[in-house]
């Protein structure tokens, strides 16, 4: 997530601070000093023993303007290409400029003064995200993900775990090095790579998320286990319920709404059941399986961010992919395509039915459809319950209004 979308969120420049202070002690044995400069810092300068560094909130980077240009490599793959073609040649000259020693101080959007100053600063980068900050030393190839100050430690643990896992199986993921005493922070393999969006080549990203998805399968088969239905119903319903519950940013009015929705969502998933029970597959899942998470480099692929990480129904990991669920905005009229329409046997799509019978029935897709519908509104109540906020994520209302529009 964007520093451009976490700013409205939380108090970002607080945690920041915070969380890098916490951790440079944790780190380098010695206390530093942070603050966060909300002006454009076109005419900033280092103290005598410290350092000044830029924020740019739509690259979401923060970086000194002397930065080895070499750190950009993960903001160029990510950002140099829109998805949308006549943004492309404006957005990469934009990309070029603000990342340039040059000219990279007039497109910044504010700054951070740190004493005494980094060694090697010009080899960091630093990058915001939605429950971490990661630290990326490009000098040593290592990046360090830490947990945000005030941010539940839930989100990290459950990641930790599963990706263990995946790499005891040998799946494409960045090695973890370091997990620190107390859980704040790991260190990890750097890697950088284009996401599978952003490549030119259609076959090639089509290849890359084939590649991905057997990957993910092996996860899937080793962690495989069938719950009962109606139990598993039931535990997201009252984790939901829970967060709704302890919310504060949820006005009271919204509160009833959102427990109308879960509700009747429940009831239409324990009416597809049948009249003995069932017993639904779940697995380990990477939980944020989507193209911005898939990184290509010249010679291999890598699976990164599994924040969102934990046991689920089996096919959560496809659904997501498929559904493009991390785009709130249709994901009712797409699931209902999917309801309807099945799998598209255009050989683009895996068979789902590896994940469970009934795929080829509607109203078996119906039923896994609304469950993955819960398994995802149980997943972001859950994120939003943070005492942190200020605000609650867009997504969160705009998914209740999507879940409404499927029942």
Known sequence: MRLSLLLPREPFPVIFEQTLSRF???????????????KRPLSASPCRSGEFWLVNIYLNAIFVPRADPAIFGPIKQEFSRSLVW??????????????SPLTAKWLAHAGV?????LPRAETLLIVAGNHKIRLLDYGEKTVYAIR??????????REIEVRRQAEELGLPVPRIKTVAADGAWISEEYVSGAPINRLQDPAQSRAAF????????????????????????DHLM???HNHIEANALITPGNKRLFIQTLDSLVARIKALLPAGGDRFPTVLAHGDFQPANILVDADRLWLIDWEYAGRRQAAYDLLTFVLQSRRTQGLSGRLQNLITQGIPDDGLWPDFSCYGNGWRDS??????????LLEELALRLEENNNPSFVQLDKGLNILRQEISHCL
């Open 210 to 233: 084939a590649e991905a998805h057997q990957a993910l399968k092996v996860l899937h088969r080793h962690t495989w286990g069938e719950v009962d239905a109606n139990q598993y119903v």
């Open 86 to 99: 006549w943004r492309r040649w404006p957005q990469r000259l934009y990309v070029d400029l603000a990342t």
């Open 238 to 240: 009252t984790v939901a």
């Open 363 to 372: 109203r078996r897709r119906l039923c896994y459809g609304s469950l993955f």
């Open 113 to 117: 003064s740190l004493t005494p100053a």
């Open 24 to 38: 440079l002690v944790s780190w380098t044995g010695r206390p530093y000093e942070i603050h966060w400069r909300p």
């Open 148 to 157: 945000k100050s005030g941010f539940p430690a839930t989100f990290m643990e």
